[in-house]
């Protein structure tokens, strides 16, 4: 969607193992993010990056991971220190001057 | 924390007549933006509106900011089938210069053709 991919579209997790979702845009954006989706939930920060090498976390960081060492990739690690990770995960990624955030079609990560 | 709450939870209308949805934040903004998802899929970006803006218009769409009482409102008119979706209002406060946006819990509208 919009130049960013999401894959795999669907994941299936054995609990106990990490697991890596990956987010790549053809945007040239600066600022990527990691959302968490819940069923009939709003979308909840994971972590966020403005600029290669560098990240911040957001609102619910713990159990996850992430790196930023190129401009087009921000995957996303979910580790087994995450409790819950059933969920739909969304990448975005913005740039100065956008009116707003450009989302990918989302992974669905079920833990079996 | 929620910044953005949307109000109500879930809407159904018939086609041909107006959908209406309001959101509430708490802290000063950058700019609200709402943004429309289609079952299972990512969001896609409706409508900005800043902070020194009142009202806004995009095609069928009509945003409205109050700033004194931190409440925003989606105005749909002459629905459609196809606009059958969720709804969410997101926040951009202030101290992050839009660069980073908290979402509320969204509206799911209901479109009966």
């Known amino acids: 969607d919009g130049g960013i991919t999401q894959s795999p579209k669907y994941l299936f997790r054995k609990e106990g193992q990490n697991v890596t979702l990956s987010c790549e845009q053809n945007?040239?954006?600066?600022?990527m993010y990691w959302y968490r989706q819940d069923p009939g939930q709003g979308l909840r920060l994971i972590y966020y990056s403005q600029i290669v090498n560098d990240f911040q976390k957001g609102d619910i960081a713990e159990g996850y991971s992430v790196s930023r060492e190129k401009k087009e990739s921000f995957p996303l690690t979910v580790t087994s220190a995450q409790k819950n990770p059933t969920a739909f995960y969304l990448c975005a990624t913005w740039d100065r001057g956008m009116n707003g955030y450009t989302f990918g079609s989302g992974t669905r990560l079920t833990v079996v | 924390s929620q910044q953005g709450e949307e109000d109500p939870q879930a809407l159904s209308i018939q086609e041909g007549e107006n959908a209406t949805m309001n959101c509430s934040y708490k802290?000063?903004?950058?700019?609200l933006q709402w943004y429309r998802q289609n079952s299972g899929r990512g969001l896609v970006h409706l409508i900005l509106i800043r902070s020194n803006e009142r009202e806004k218009h995009s095609g069928r769409l009509r945003v409205t900011l109050d700033t004194s009482k931190k409440s925003s409102s989606l105005l749909i008119t002459a629905s459609r089938a196809a606009d059958t979706a969720s709804y969410f209002c997101a926040t951009a406060e202030e101290k992050t210069s839009g660069s980073r946006l908290t979402f509320g819990e969204g509206t799911q509208l209901t479109v009966n053709p």
């Open positions: 945007l040239n954006h600066d600022a």
């Open positions: 802290t000063s903004i950058n700019n």
